[in-house]
């Protein structure tokens, strides 16, 4: 599917974060509040591979605004937490958020990588 048709498609609640978001789909859910959720990867890029994102639909970082930036920060602050509760905050681990085609990003649905697990120096990706 071409990008914007895929968009489009996602936010015609088609969005399978926001099913997983509010249990209509199975993920492996790591942590949870009012305001993120964070499951395993389903194709995982390292031994720990867990994403975050907002309970909220918001396609990418592309549509953040100022009036998100307690989310934002919130987002970041639950990945922290995360990092330590999964083990790999001592040895150290990467986030990533992709944003559009050049990036890479298939699901539009912001979302923060975490991975870990593992010696990443070498990797670019
Ligand atoms: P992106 O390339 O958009 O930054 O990353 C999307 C990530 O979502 C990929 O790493 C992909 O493996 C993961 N993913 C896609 N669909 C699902 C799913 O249905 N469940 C889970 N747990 N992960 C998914
Ligand atoms: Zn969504």
Redesign the pocket.
Known sequence: MAGAVLWAYYNMGNC??C??VDGT????VVFRDEQVTA???????APK?I?VVPNRHIPSMNEITPGDEALIGHLFSAARQIAEEQGIAGEGYRL???TGTY??????HL?L?ILGGADLRHRTR
């Open positions: 399978i974060f099913k997983i789909s199975k993920a492996e499951f395993h990867d389903i194709h995982p890029a591979h994403l990533v958020i992709n990036a890479g990003q298939v699901v539009p979302h990588h």
